[in-house]
């Protein structure tokens, strides 16, 4: 693995765990709740930020290298952003009913409940949800950690191992499944289009799709699935 690559990764990681110290401070320091919450949320934006920052820095030298002759036109990036979202909202629906209605598990994530609540209340905290993390997110999981694996092995290998890890660095372990799916689609999309474009574009608009439903439509989303799990027992007990 190139170096540039593995500096993109440790800074990753340090923008993921930046907050620990933030969070020392800031019970040191006795600060309100209300305060303290919104000096953690506004450290974690800036770190995320920088994180970029540097991220798209290293990154500099992949454009000198020669570029793949089939990959996607415009137009058919544009498809295949499209055809990502798509893919990626029905397999998390398909992935959701499976745990849902084979293992029992809660339709709502932890993970994605808690960071709707700091989104509320923190507007400037969608700004990692819908648009910095998702191009993190692309640039680690399906450039570096997926890239390099397709390089020694191949897209099943290297979509279960980058989806595994994609899912438990989320640290919702009741919906790994969902994503998995969503590691594998977006990966899918990445190699048939060879533009990292394209699973990043995907990612922030299912993100953003899923902000806003959920943040402006959350009554009608859950009478929808009461509807839909109304038909689903029905359907297997007749």
């Not at 990764?9 to 919104?38: G, K, M």
């Not at 498809?79 to 339709?107: K, S």
């Not at 960071?115 to 990692?128: A, H, K």
Request: proline letters at 3%; one cysteine or more; a neutral charge.
């Amino acid at each position: 693995m190139p170096k540039r690559y593995m500096a993109i990764l440790l800074t990753y990681i340090l923008a993921q765990f930046s907050s620990y110290p933030v969070v020392w401070l800031v019970d040191r320091q006795a600060f309100n709740p209300e305060l303290a919450q919104t000096i953690l949320v506004n450290w974690q934006v800036f770190s995320f930020i920088v994180a970029l920052v540097i991220s798209i820095i290293l990154l500099r030298k992949d454009r000198q290298l020669p570029r793949a002759d089939d990959r996607a036109s415009g137009t058919m990036t544009v498809v295949w952003c499209i055809l990502g979202v798509v893919m990626a909202l029905f397999g998390q629906a398909i992935a959701n009913l499976i745990q849902v209605y084979l293992f029992g598990l809660q339709l709502e994530s932890e993970n994605t409940t808690a960071i709707l609540e700091i989104s509320r209340v923190f507007p400037i905290f969608i700004l990692i949800v819908a648009i910095i993390g998702p191009i993190l997110e692309e640039i680690i999981f399906r450039k570096i950690i997926f890239g390099e694996l397709y390089k020694r092995t191949n897209f099943f290998i290297a979509g279960t191992i980058s989806g595994l890890v994609f899912a438990v660095v989320h640290n919702d372990f009741t919906h790994l499944l969902v994503y998995f799916v969503i590691s594998f689609v977006f990966a899918f999309v990445y190699v048939q289009s060879k533009r990292l474009i394209v699973p990043i574009m995907a990612h922030v608009l299912m993100n953003s799709y899923v902000v806003v439903m959920q943040l402006f439509f959350a009554e009608q989303i859950e009478q929808y699935f009461e509807e839909v799990q109304f038909i689903i027992i029905n359907l297997i007990g007749g």
